[in-house]
């Protein structure tokens, strides 16, 4: 019996928490594994907001030098790693975005290279995204693609205004009142 | 503010909606709001399957190397990674910096523009502990100066002064820069900006010859590297 737990335990996969917190302590294999588990994932979400292939690697640059020096910065009683990464990278390619004023020269992904699967389906198959998927199916089509949008795109309220025809005051104040049915639905 | 407007402001904060000062002033909130950080993690756990959705890109080969050529030796890394800095830190916003420190007076010049050119390194935004909005930002600029300018006006009471900190990498404890002008102004900064220097403002009894400890915080922020 105290064989085989000890066997499970040592075929049982790193996750990002566990590599992260390794990270901290120096540990330099375990921050060559965190790149290889979660850069491609962080590409695709850096690609959607930068939609350069350069400017998205860049991205993931910055943010993975700035997790090895910073590692202890991640507090696990605070949350995962994944979605600490992923708040990471989103917020700095949205900061190279909107410092370039959103005229990054060089871009280099059309919408029709994008072959992500539509999301409210993925999250449906998914454990992890059910509860999002019922949530987010609280909203209207439109209130949802804002969210959608301005997570995965790193739209600000102005270029949701904008592509949407609504009024600056609307975008907020609907975005606002779609995230609080959000976190009431989440919460049940 | 209420439950409801924590999480929407902590919503608005994960999805990046944010401007970048009243985004960097919820970052500080939330170091010594617990309701606050709970209602961001929430949010940055909850939205995460929509990063999942995506189809996962490969990097090319060049990325790793990239940022292996750029990590920092292991023992540096880890020896920047002092709990006691950390508690500084969260301690120095929460108002209540208790380490005794060793103060260094520099003379305060004032500047004719306070606000500088493009050439800045790094700067923080310093909010009040429990606000959201910035009062003052800080820059060091590219001739080793840093620059403070009010982004709203500083009140001094009577019989108080205004001393501006920060407790630079190099330094065991928190390095007295020089006293506040309500109008603000620049002093030497004789160390490299770095990204996650604690920077503040602390209230003073005026006249009361050099602080060895800071006071309570009035305002205080974290550098973040210009590029």
Known sequence: MGERAVHLQKDMPETADSLLCRCAAGDSAAFRQLYELEAPRLKAVALRITRSVAVAEDVLHDVFVKVWRDAAGFDPERGGARPWLTTKVRFRAMEVMRRAGREMPGLDLAESEDDSPDALAYLLRHADGRALHACLCELDEAKRDLIHRAFIKGDTHADLAAETGMPLGTVKSTIRRSLLVLRRCLDR | ?227
């Not at chain 2, 500080?28 to 961001?40: G, V």
């Not at chain 2, 189809?55 to 090319?60: D, M, N």
């Not at chain 2, 900006?193 to 009894?205: F, L, S, Y």
């Open chain 2, 1 to 227: 503010m209420s439950r409801d407007e924590k999480d929407m402001l902590a919503g608005e904060y994960v999805l990046g909606l944010l401007g970048a000062a009243e985004a960097a002033a919820v970052a500080l909130e939330a170091e010594t709001d617990s309701e606050l950080a709970s209602a961001i993690a929430f949010w940055q756990a909850r939205l995460d399957p929509l990063a999942d959705s995506l189809a996962p890109v490969p990097p090319t080969r060049q990325l790793w190397a990239r940022i292996a050529a750029d990590m920092e030796p292991v023992a540096a890394a880890v020896s920047r990674r002092k709990p006691a800095r950390q508690a500084w830190r969260s301690t120095a916003i929460a108002s209540l910096l208790l380490a005794a420190c060793l103060a260094v007076v520099i003379g305060w010049q004032r500047l004719g523009a306070p606000a500088p050119g493009p050439a800045f390194k790094a700067e923080a935004l310093l909010a009040a502990p429990g606000s959201f909005v910035a009062s003052a930002r800080v820059q060091v600029v590219s001739s080793g100066a840093m620059v403070l300018v009010p982004l709203q006006k500083l009140v001094v009471p009577e019989g108080r002064q205004m001393d501006l900190w920060a407790w630079p990498r190099e330094e065991k404890a928190p390095v007295l820069l020089g006293t506040v002008r309500a109008d603000g102004g620049a002093t030497p900064f004789p160390y490299p900006p770095r990204e996650g220097t604690p920077v503040m403002i602390t209230d003073e009894k005026a006249g009361m010859g050099v602080p060895t400890t800071p006071g309570p915080t009035l305002y205080a922020g974290l550098l973040t590297i210009s590029r």
